[in-house]
């Protein structure tokens, strides 16, 4: 199984700041990348596919790199709807596995 | 818009069996893979199981194979998972999730509200 390691677990910061987060896997998983968003309460949202495609109505603050088996997140400017927890999953081999989260918040 | 709406979650004893739904609307299922994903505040997300567009393939995560059987009936615009011999460990809440429609199950673009699923005696 690929396992997805993202770091930090926890993040503090203000509004404004340019935020970045790690996904690691433990094997190349090519590209076959995404990362979601979730809100307390509220299920996970698409935000990017492809390592670095965003979904349509994402704002272009959100930004995703990476190939092989390292990966970024980059919220360029962070807004107060950007609070919530992070999450990255490959989709490149079964079983399809995701990160355990990153949690931001102020 | 695409919507996907889950039904079925409830509390069950160990060793019980339970059947969700999801209804499909706002697009074509038929051309769809589809996703159950299950998250639990211990281990957050995880992958269960899809099933391709017309149903001839489907896939398991290990903890639930021999268990768990995800259908769908494109006619009724519905995807199923049946739960039998559940476990304190199944204990989530269950997610219908949106695959693509290419030959691979891709990434989850659209995901349901979520229906609770509890295991306990």
């Known amino acids: 199984d690929i396992q997805m390691t993202q770091s930090p677990s926890t993040l503090s910061a203000f509004v404004g700041d340019r935020v970045t987060i790690t996904c690691r896997a433990s094997q190349s998983i090519s590209r076959y990348l995404a990362w979601f968003q979730q809100r307390p309460g509220k299920a996970p949202k698409l935000l990017i596919y492809k390592t670095s495609t965003l979904e349509s109505g994402v704002p272009s603050r959100f930004s995703g790199s990476g190939s092989g088996t390292e990966f970024t997140l980059t919220i360029s400017s962070l807004q107060p709807d950007d609070f919530a927890t992070y999450y990255c999953q490959q989709y490149y081999s079964y079983p399809l596995t995701f990160g355990g989260g990153t949690k931001v918040e102020i | 818009e695409v919507q996907l709406v889950e039904s079925g979650g409830a509390l069950v004893q160990p060793g019980g069996s339970l059947r969700l739904s999801c209804a499909a609307s706002g697009f074509t299922l038929s051309t769809y893979w589809m996703t159950w994903v299950r998250q639990t505040p211990g281990k957050g997300l995880e992958w269960v199981a899809n099933?391709?567009?017309?149903?001839?393939?489907?896939y398991y995560v290990d903890s639930v194979k021999g268990r768990f059987t995800i259908s769908r009936d494109n006619a009724k615009n519905s995807l199923y998972l049946q739960m039998n011999s559940l476990r304190a460990e199944d204990t989530a809440v269950y997610y219908c999730?949106?695959?693509?429609?290419?030959?691979?199950?891709?990434?989850?673009?659209?995901w349901g509200q979520g229906t609770l699923v509890t295991v306990s005696s």
């Open positions: 099933t391709k567009q017309d149903g001839s393939a489907t």
């Open positions: 999730v949106r695959g693509s429609n290419g030959n691979n199950v891709g990434y989850f673009d659209s």
